[in-house]
């Protein structure tokens, strides 16, 4: 059996006090979700980090509109980077960036935020490791994934009964 990478250094930037003001404990929830991400599909002998940045609608909507031709806020953008680049000798790699939004995480789940913070935090760490729902296919790979490593924090399925049975 492989044992998966905890190489990962996981830096959390808060760009929205809102997030501290709804979650106390917010960095350590984002670093224990990600780490759970990086323990159950990550292999690599390199150092790695990645930053979680936790912002606001706005600051989301101009991301979105600026690399994905959207003019709306979502939940969670992912920003994977090229493993090859070149980097400043001495740098650690990155594997990219996941941007959360307070008003929009907090809109879709309003008494449950951290759970589903926590599942934004794995979905978008997932995207940076080339997991993506761009079909049917991928889709279910990605969900599956997502519901055993929640499942491994104690977050019930996000997904609904009807994945239940992949659990099993």
């Known amino acids: 059996m492989k044992t998966m990478s905890t190489n990962v250094i996981t830096n959390v930037q808060l760009k929205s006090v809102q997030w501290k003001v709804r979650l106390v404990d917010v960095e350590s929830l984002c670093q224990v979700a990600a780490s759970a991400v ?9 150092i790695f980090e990645v930053t979680i940045a936790l912002a ?5 909507q101009e ?3 600026k690399y994905r031709n959207q003019n ?3 939940n969670v953008l992912s920003f994977p980077s090229d493993f090859d680049e070149g980097t400043v000798y001495g740098d650690i790699p990155t594997l990219g960036d996941v ?7 907090k809109a879709e789940a309003p008494q ?3 759970d589903h913070l926590s ?6 760490c997932l995207h940076l490791l080339g997991y993506n729902h761009d079909d049917d296919e991928g889709a279910n790979e990605m969900e599956i994934l997502e519901i055993k ?11 609904g009964s009807e994945y239940l049975f992949l659990m099993n």
Do not use: C, R
């Not at 990086?38 to 292999?43: C, D, L, S, T």
């Not at 606001?56 to 989301?60: R, S, T, W």
């Not at 941007?99 to 995480?105: I, R, W």
């Open 63 to 65: 991301l979105n509109l």
């Open 56 to 60: 606001d609608n706005v600051m989301v």
């Open 149 to 159: 490593i929640l499942a491994g924090l104690g977050i019930k399925n996000p997904y």
């Open 72 to 74: 709306k806020p979502t």
């Open 38 to 46: 990086w323990q159950a599909a990550f292999e690599s002998d390199k």
């Open 119 to 124: 599942h934004l935090v794995v979905h978008g």
């Open 99 to 105: 941007v959360v939004a307070f008003e929009t995480a």
């Open 112 to 114: 449950h935020l951290s």
